[in-house]
Nanobody, 122 residues
Framework: QVQLVESGGGLVQAGGSLRLSCAAS????????MGWFRQAPGKEREFVAA????????YYADSVKDRFTISRDNAKNTVYLQMNSLKPEDTAVYYC???????????????WGQGTQVTVSS
């Protein structure tokens, strides 16, 4: 069982930056691949980024590539999403999730956090 708690969301102007954190409970965090997803009002949940259990492999959605960076600190049971050059279309609730293997597919994730709101003003 893994429990996930996101933090770091908020209101930021376009062009600004935010860093999201996802703290995980449980001793097995380092064995899970981790992902970030987001869901805007009226839209489906979409993949943002994923990282392997070791941190050696990362995937990004095309819409965030070169702007967002996913990383993890297994000693702290935490995964991060550094978001730079934010755009109004990045506005969404951001969720972290844990999976047995690295994937872009939401159905591949076993555990989800409650989400944190990110709002980017123009």
């Amino acid at each position: 069982q893994v429990q996930l708690v996101e933090s770091g969301g908020g209101l930021v102007q376009a062009g600004g930056s935010l860093r999201l954190s996802c703290a995980a409970s449980g001793r097995t965090f380092s064995t899970y691949a981790m992902g970030w997803f987001r869901q805007a009002p009226g839209k489906e949940r979409e993949f943002v980024a994923a990282i392997s259990w070791s941190g050696g492999s990362t995937y990004y959605a095309d819409s965030v590539k070169d702007r967002f960076t996913i990383s993890r600190d297994n000693a702290k049971n935490t995964v991060y999403l550094q978001m730079n050059s934010l755009k109004p279309e990045d506005t969404a609730v951001y969720y972290c999730a844990a999976a047995r293997s690295q994937t872009r597919l939401a159905r591949g994730y076993d555990y989800w956090g409650q989400g944190t709101q990110v709002t980017v003003s123009s």
